[in-house]
């Protein structure tokens, strides 16, 4: 279960990550602060979030083995655009 690069998802308003963090939450992977640690679905990922830059940066660091970092980072930011309103 390899890992991926850190990667830096940007447009995290405090609407956004709200949005965020409810979406989470409703698929029971629990975010408890501006960083941490969450699974879900066999992806671990650490996130910490820069409320001034309004960006969050996430580091996959397990995953299933026919899962690729690229469709990981695509799925996020697919969710981040959702969330965005864009």
Known sequence: MP???PFT??????DVWDRLKALAEGARIPVTGDAGTASSQGVTADWRRDAEANTLSVTVTAMPILTDCETVQAVLSEVVRSCSGS
């Not at 998802?9 to 405090?14: N, Q, R, V």
């Open 3 to 5: 890992g991926c690069a």
């Open 9 to 14: 998802l940007s447009g995290i308003t405090p």
